[in-house]
């Protein structure tokens, strides 16, 4: 059984300690087949993009030996050593422009000190020039850039992120003007910025982010997963009151959703997997707690992005676009950065249309808590207390204790937190819920209409309407007159009618009322 890891990202330190590499060569071979090549992919964080820029770079310094026993090594490729400038933007400090030229240059450095070549300018965008100049005499130059994004998400929504912008542009434009010097280029991050606001007349990158060829590059397959870690899942499954293929299926519920185009197939994270196996099998949230998505969550706030509708209505292809960094759309930064997946598609006059979901239920859990943690500061624990406290109210047909519940829920706001529109309570009410279907299943639309919520459990079925500075009873005669209930009505379970009432000067849900639809 081999080594796991979820902290190495170095190919040959990987292969080198016999750590578990799934293959991925046949990837690499496609790319540097059809060298001089220039390309560009995004994917989200800790999915594999540094050790994949690591394997490129073992594969242009000749080492094929370490790559013995993988898909590449039989390929009829030469293993010509070529000069390989490797640039990391992740482990830099960006937090001013004037940090970020020092860190800019301290990378090429970097880069020069490992080949022995000297330096005489001073700035970064010169420095790289000469490092590109000196080191492609003899033959041209790989150029390698991972997380080439970080310093622009460092310093989103900070008054100098415009002139960070402007750095890396400037930086950046070197690879354009020696393109004739390059034999490869790989670009990866987590976003996807216009060619405009970043790469300036860099145009000719070749973008794989969604291509269907790569589109199971990074992550892994059912195949790849099952094949790769059976010992792991044996080992795991053992004492489990759960079936071999119960089993499974609970991983992938946990792990599994990614897909990065609509016909491929979805990729397990890599990470939350060797995690999870690491952590002796035990189901709990990984990739989440290696990063905070603050910017993200402030940005939802801001625009008063409208997540229900991202949740419950398709898009189309624009969702998937690169974006201006002064015109950042919530809900692609939400894809790129794989809050959000591919969940269906289908054509309509001709044009692709998406839905979209959490990938899995890993995302769904915590990226929720956290959401509803930035709209009330409530802190995550209490918030889970409170989800957890509605669900056992709803499984047991306790009305009364859910609108307890309820009032708990809204007397734990801080009030320096301001409901300060329908919209924002809406979202609020919304997140809970969609809390809530971590517990048991609650949604937020039916086909006959637009219903705030249904709850289901056992032979219960919820359906909550509520009203802000109205009555309870207006609530209620809406789910009527809409008969917003009609779907649930064959499924023989008992149907309760809630209408609901939120005084916005109070704060507070004041009135409600109950009933329940004769079978």
Partial sequence: MRKLTSSIYTFEKLIENNFLYVDKTEYIWRLIDSAPAMYFMSRPRRFGKSLTVSTLEAVFSGKKELFKGL?????????????????????????????????????????????????????????????????????????????????????????????????????????????????FVFVTGVSKF??????????????????????????????????????????????????????????????????????????????????????NGEFKNYWFSTGTPSFLLELIKKREFDFEDALTRPVSEIAFAAYEIDKIEPLALLLQTGYLTIKSTFVDFGATFYH???????????????????????????LEGIAVDLARHVRSGNTEGIMKVFKVFLAAIPYDVQLKSEKYYQTVFFLLFLMLGVYIEAESRTSDGRIDAVAMCGEWVYLFEFKINRDAETALSQIREK????????????????????NMAARQLDDWKQEELDA
Avoid at 228 to 241: K, L, N, S, T
Avoid at 250 to 271: C, L, Q, S
Avoid at 483 to 502: H, M, P, T, V, W
Wanted: charged residues 25%; contains cysteine.
């Fill in 483 to 502: 008969e917003y209930f009609r779907k649930y009505q064959n499924s023989g379970k008992r149907i309760i009618l809630i209408g609901a009432n939120f």
């Fill in 194 to 279: 216009c060619h405009v606001s970043l790469f300036s007349d860099l145009n000719n990158l070749t973008d794989i982010t969604m291509n269907a060829d790569y589109a199971t590059m990074l992550g892994y397959t059912q195949q790849e997963f099952e094949a790769c870690f059976a010992d792991r899942i044996a080992a795991a499954e053992a004492g489990q009151q759960l079936s071999h293929e119960d089993y499974l299926k609970e991983i992938k519920n946990w792990y599994d959703g990614d897909r990065f185009h609509a016909k491929a197939e979805t990729v397990y994270n890599p990470v939350s997997l060797a995690s999870f196996f690491m952590d």
């Fill in 356 to 382: 979209l979901g959490f990938p899995n239920f890993e995302v769904r859990s915590a990226f929720d808590t956290y959401l509803l943690n930035a709209y009330t500061s409530i802190s995550k624990d209490e």
């Fill in 71 to 183: 898909a590449i090594y039989d390929k009829p490729y030469d293993w010509k050593k070529y000069p390989v400038i490797h640039l990391d933007m992740n482990g830099w400090d960006f937090r001013t422009p004037e940090i970020l030229e020092e860190s800019l240059r301290g990378a090429v450095s970097e880069v020069a000190q490992k080949h022995g070549i000297v330096l005489d300018v001073q700035t970064s965008d010169g420095m790289f020039r000469e490092l590109i100049t000196k080191m492609s005499k003899e033959k041209p130059v790989v150029i390698l850039l991972d997380e080439y994004d970080k310093p622009i998400l460092n310093n989103i929504g900070k008054p100098y992120a415009p002139e960070i912008l402007e750095r890396l542009k400037v930086f950046y434009s070197v690879i354009k003007a020696f393109e004739h010097q390059e034999h």
